[in-house]
């Protein structure tokens, strides 16, 4: 399809419309007053800091005024977000710090802590229980193959994400990684667990494996572990099964 002259005027005034709200710096198109545009910047930009402020509060508070407001303008000049949803700006976020912030004096932990702060919303919103496969909520956690719920997160960081505060900045990874996972309790509350490499491996094997029954899944932990006496795992993954359960990460045995 042909673009008439009309046509492509109109894009390039909406395409320097559209740059000059996310940078200042870029002439507006000609024939709009400045104080119109204005307006116009003012509303996209407290928009954004609005919404990203509310998500990432404990990042939010590592930052001054002045730079987080540089932080925000140069997310919103770098970054072309691809998604329609406002809910997964955090995402956006996200992958601006990864791929494309250049700061130098940033925290190393920045990206890990933005990830962690977002999983909150991302398991608050997550629709993943909605078709559940058949399972007994009482069933034998040994005997059968327990369920993960399926809006649980298991999650492992470099950083100690979960105690980062202004009065703790961490310039080097931990010397063991960070595993946490996050999830929602049976009132649809959402809490971050701090666990063990033990149980972090266990829930990737009952989610990777859902064919496997507990029991199974413990002694080839123990096996992975070379443990001298395999009923020691086997007799303290029996409870912590049952605590998993218990705060719904687990939701009883597949059918």
């Not at 999983?119 to 993943?128: C, I, N, Q, T, W």
């Not at 960070?178 to 266990?202: P, S």
């Not at 990777?208 to 080839?220: A, F, K, V």
């Amino acid at each position: 399809m042909n673009t008439s002259p009309e046509q492509a005027d109109f894009r390039e005034i909406q395409q320097r419309f559209a740059d000059t709200i996310r940078d200042p710096a870029t002439p507006a198109p000609a024939g709009i007053p400045e104080e119109r545009m204005a307006v116009y910047r003012e509303l996209f930009f407290n928009g954004f800091d609005s919404h990203l402020s509310g998500n990432f509060p404990v990042l939010r508070s590592l930052f001054d005024e002045t730079a987080w407001e540089a932080m925000v303008r140069d997310f919103m000049i770098r970054h072309r977000c691809r998604t329609p949803l406002f809910t997964e700006i955090g995402l956006e976020f996200i992958d601006y710090l990864q791929h494309e912030r250049q700061a130098a004096d940033d925290p190393p932990f920045l990206a890990e802590l933005a990830h962690y702060e977002y999983v909150e919303l991302a398991v608050a919103l997550s629709d993943a229980d909605r078709e559940l496969p058949e399972h007994d909520p009482n069933g034998d956690l040994l005997a059968g193959c327990p369920l993960v719920a399926p809006t649980a997160w298991n999650l492992s960081y470099r950083f100690p994400v979960h105690q980062i505060s202004p009065d703790f900045q961490p310039r080097t990874p931990g010397e063991q990684p960070t595993h946490l996972v996050v999830y929602r309790d049976r009132e649809e509350a959402v809490h971050f667990l701090e666990i063990n490499v033990v149980t972090q491996r266990l829930l990737a094997l009952l989610k990777e494996n859902p064919q496997m029954t507990g029991l199974d899944c413990l002694r080839r932990i123990a096996d992975e572990l070379q443990h001298p006496q395999p009923e020691t795992v086997i007799q303290a993954g029996t409870r912590l099964l049952a605590e998993l359960r218990e705060r719904n990460i687990l939701l009883g045995t597949r059918r």
